[in-house]
């Protein structure tokens, strides 16, 4: 069956968003995304709270929306060995936003994205997407 939908919107297609509601508090989400990720190998490098800065920048409000990039540096270490551009979508990212009184955390694997969009070959990256997606089911059940 031929897809006869743009080339970015195929992307999508093929590259799934893990996305689920969790029944604690936005702060409480953003905690425990930090500690599922440090628990299965992956340093957190930043957690910022995007509101925060359209506030500041902008002057505006928005609903409370913070990201949490997170590296396994041995995966990183792969994914770079397959091809150095991957390096331009890292790091591994999650949202944790309030949508409706809801709190929402999401992930897109940036490991198939590169696959998808040829930043790397796909032989390459499948088993580094097949470890990483392990690690982040692990955390996404934590969560």
Known sequence: MENNLPREKQIFNMVEVLRKEVSCSF???VRRVEAACEREGFGILL???VDT???EKLGVNYSRYS???ACAPE???KALDASKDVGTIFPCSFA???DDDKVIVAHTSIM???SEVGL???ELMAPIIDETGKRVRKVWDRI
């Open 53 to 55: 800065i359209f506030k």
């Open 112 to 114: 198939k994205i590169a």
């Open 67 to 69: 990201f949490v990039l």
């Open 120 to 122: 790397a070959q796909k």
């Open 75 to 77: 995966l990183a270490k």
């Open 47 to 49: 957690t910022k709270r």
């Open 27 to 29: 702060d409480e989400a």
């Open 96 to 98: 944790v936003y309030e």
